[in-house]
T-cell receptor, first 115, second 111 residues
């Protein structure tokens, strides 16, 4: 079974520029997560989708970050404009459902460097 | 609010020595606890979950509700156990399951 796909794997931009990340979850997985992982920290949930609806975006900096999952399958995360503190690895994960004991499957991540 | 604490950022042990990676949590209800692992140049992946009560790669973890802990243990460390280990909690919040990760502990097994 194919895993969670993410692109690009690496991105370097200057502050105030825009950037977009793409994620394709495992086929059939209803729940999709975007995490931000800053160096030396654990993954922090940015947004969680159940099919194409947002379940939790309480930690998403909505003045600059946006995400969508239009057809309930793949998803994009955008940052506009980027700040230096956005430098991090952005992880996408998916699961069958968002229930308590459900395993999350992670993509390889996108490493963003903001100069 | 739910919180996961991993007090050690780095744990170094010799091969063959016992390993205990600590995880404490704060949550008012009945949590689901997980250990995820990330080996060098690999994806973050599930190691084990408390509801399965299973042993994976020789690792076990017991949920202690009295001490609000979910420590990961292995009796004899192997070099291939060197990795980043993250404890995670899934708890009901606002009608859905919310997952919170700890900051992670780097396990270094010395040959």
């Amino acid at each position: 079974e194919a895993g969670v796909a993410q692109s690009p794997r690496y991105k370097i931009i200057e502050k105030r520029q825009s950037v977009a990340f793409w994620c394709n979850p495992i086929s059939g997985h209803a729940t999709l997560y975007w995490y931000q992982q800053i160096l030396g920290q654990g993954p922090k949930l940015l947004i969680q989708f159940q099919n194409n609806g947002v379940v939790d975006d309480s930690q998403l900096p909505k003045d600059r970050f946006s995400a969508e999952r239009l057809k309930g399958v793949d998803s994009t995360l955008k940052i506009q404009p980027a700040k230096l503190e956005d430098s991090a690895v952005y992880l996408c994960a998916s699961s069958l459902v968002g229930s308590g004991g459900t395993e999350q499957f992670f993509g390889p991540g996108t490493r963003l460097t903001v100069l | 609010a739910q919180r996961v604490t991993q007090p050690e950022k780095l744990l170094s042990v010799f091969k063959g020595a016992p390993v205990e990676l600590k995880c404490n949590y704060s949550y008012s209800g009945s949590p689901e606890l997980f250990w995820y692992v990330q080996y060098s140049r690999q994806r973050l992946q599930l190691l084990l979950r408390h509801i399965s009560r299973e042993s994976i790669k020789g690792f076990t973890a017991d949920l202690n509700k009295g001490e609000t802990s979910f420590h990961l243990k292995k009796p004899f460390a192997q070099e291939e156990d060197s990795a980043m280990y993250y404890c995670a909690l899934s708890g009901l919040s606002g009608g859905y399951q919310k997952v919170t990760f700890g900051i992670g502990t780097k396990l270094q097994v010395i040959p």
